[in-house]
């Protein structure tokens, strides 16, 4: 039957089935008897998708996995270009040594090791930015993310204490540097406050607050937990 012939609630149940078919995430569906009008064979198979539904929504580790690697593939992904770069210019480096062309305290590798450390100390920050793109929120906020666990007045604490009080919470002073999963986690935490705030903060006050209140709690977010818990991922892995 051509569209333009089907009633109104057989067009919203086409709606409905292609909504289901497509299974999307994320998504609540509000069904208001939604068994009318049907023929009684097909009450079954409605049934069936309500089952199927509520299957989905139930939690499983393999849909945890998937988030997971949905979430992580993006973020490796945007950076790859620069990885790879970086990871030649280390190469040549090694290979100039070797071969006795240049040395260790030459001008040559120093100028090497400036274009190698530009990709691999600054990770965190080019994480934060492909991070905040993979989870729809304003990019400045994940290179924020990236470069609090790397404000070289933090690092520079490095040696000389154990630990640092923000806003009266322990954080272990480390370096974090070259660092991934740190700032995976941190943006992700932050992609949740952020949409928070811009759904209840009024639009008048968005500007100001929002990324005030952003910097104001992610910096221990990041320092007392997101930094020392995803380095520790890390080296466990």
Known sequence: RASPTLS????????????????????????DEPSIGLHPANIVGLNGVMHDLVKDGKFSFKKLGKAI??????????????????????????????????????????????????????????IGYTASKALKINPIYGLYAGCIIIV??????????????????????ASYSGQILPVMLGVWLMSVMV?????????AAKTLVVPLAVMLVMAPV????????????GNAV
């Open 69 to 126: 690697f949905g979430y992580a593939s993006p973020v490796m992904t945007g950076v790859i270009p620069v990885l790879m770069g970086a990871g030649m210019v280390s190469a040549i480096r090694a290979v100039l040594v070797l071969l006795k062309v240049t040395t260790e305290t030459s001008e040559l590798y120093q100028t090497l090791t400036f274009i190698y450390d530009a990709f691999f100390y600054f990770v965190p920050i080019y």
């Open 222 to 233: 990041m320092l007392c937990l997101c930094a020392p818990l995803g380095a520790w991922i």
């Open 152 to 173: 070289p007045s933090f690092v520079a604490l490095v040696g000389s204490a154990e630990t640092i009080h923000i806003f009266g919470i322990p954080a272990p002073v």
């Open 195 to 203: 949409k928070f705030l811009n759904k209840h903060i009024p639009e």
């Open 8 to 31: 109104t609630g057989e067009r919203q149940r086409m709606q409905l089935a292609r909504a289901v078919r497509n299974r999307t995430t994320g998504v609540l569906y509000v069904l």
